[in-house]
């Protein structure tokens, strides 16, 4: 007879523990956090003499939806990379996040997650001016939560934008003669005799 409470209590114990130690389904990690404030665009990681390096990154916040705190470390976000229309990943980056807990309706620190691979030329200007060149990239956002799968959070476009410089406007072009008001002479003006 004890053996058999023993075992029922041991077996207990490990359904106890099984359970409570589920990992989180993709409802559960929907449910509890979005991505806030999305920003993409390019950064300079490499500024040589001759050279730059600029590489596709997405900036974005976490938001806690959920009535529990998000714990320090519990989050590892992974960015695919890649060019529209294609499945095949450019490069991909991660972060395990967050670098402290967030609280029930707060907002993280933005998290900035680089790709390791980019372009390189002359100076950013020299991508500015080639822009019409670039291939359309975009960045698709994983997470993982307390040992979940990874779910995708969605995908957005990689703005064409250098982080830190704003393109140089095209010199206004001078309107041709025949749009100019016409000049007219006027009299010159009478004085008064003193």
Request: one cysteine or more; aromatic letters at 10%.
């Amino acid at each position: 007879m004890k053996k058999i409470l023993s075992l029922l209590l041991v077996s207990l114990l490990v359904l106890f523990l099984l359970t409570s130690c589920k990992a989180p389904s993709r409802q559960k990690v929907l449910a509890t956090l979005s991505l806030e404030g999305v920003d993409t665009g390019w950064t300079i990681t490499d500024r040589m003499l001759t050279s730059s390096k600029i590489v596709p990154r997405i900036t974005f916040r976490v938001k806690n939806k959920s009535t529990e705190a998000i714990s320090k470390g519990s989050l590892y976000f992974t960015v695919t990379f890649r060019l529209v229309g294609d499945r095949q990943a450019f490069d991909s980056n991660w972060s395990p996040y967050p670098p402290e807990d967030i609280f029930p309706g707060a907002m993280s620190a933005p998290l900035n997650i680089l790709s390791l691979h980019g372009y390189k030329g002359s100076s950013p200007d020299s991508y500015l001016k080639n822009k019409a060149q670039w291939q359309k990239m975009e960045a698709e956002v994983f997470v993982r939560m307390r040992g979940s799968a990874f779910y995708s959070l969605g995908t957005w476009p990689i703005a064409q934008k250098i982080d830190g410089w704003t393109e140089t406007p095209a010199p206004a072009t001078p309107a041709p003669e025949d749009a100019l008001p016409a000049k007219t002479e006027s009299a010159p003006e009478e004085r008064p005799a003193s």
